[in-house]
Nanobody
Framework: VQLQASGGGLVQAGGSLRLSCTDS????????MGWFRQAPGKEREFVAS????????SYADSVKGRFTISRDRAANTMYLQMNNLKPNDTAVYLC?????????????????WGQGTLVTVSS
């Protein structure tokens, strides 16, 4: 699986970004997918996940109401719309393909990982 995350950048607090994750090997169609993030000096943490058919999305409490996960199975691409960004959202955002149809918040439930895209939110 070749996962490529993109869309990161520098944004002011309160701004928005849309991340994309493209699966060039086209092996994620029947699997859940997810976004995680890792800030400098911190452990990787769950952000959001989505089921194989675009249903059963779930979010970390810290991003609920601000972030929206979606996917386009035909395009083999997953998205993360991030609104009202805050400085503590600054991190490398990684996308991953799950081991099953619904993979949830645990990193061990994911089989393939992309390299990530950096999001920096200035105050």
């Amino acid at each position: 699986v070749q996962l490529q995350a993109s869309g990161g950048g520098l944004v002011q607090a309160g701004g928005s970004l849309r991340l994309s994750c493209t699966d060039s090997k086209r092996t994620s169609s029947n699997n859940g997918m997810g976004w995680f993030r890792q800030a400098p000096g911190k452990e990787r943490e769950f952000v959001a996940s989505i089921g194989w058919n675009g249903g059963r999305s779930s979010y970390a409490d810290s991003v609920k109401g601000r972030f929206t996960i979606s996917r386009d199975r035909a395009a083999n691409t997953m998205y993360l719309q991030m609104n009202n960004l805050k400085p503590n959202d600054t991190a490398v955002y990684l996308c991953a393909v799950g081991r099953s149809a619904y993979s949830g918040p645990y990193s061990g439930s994911y089989r393939y990982w992309g390299q990530g895209t950096l999001v920096t939110v200035s105050s």
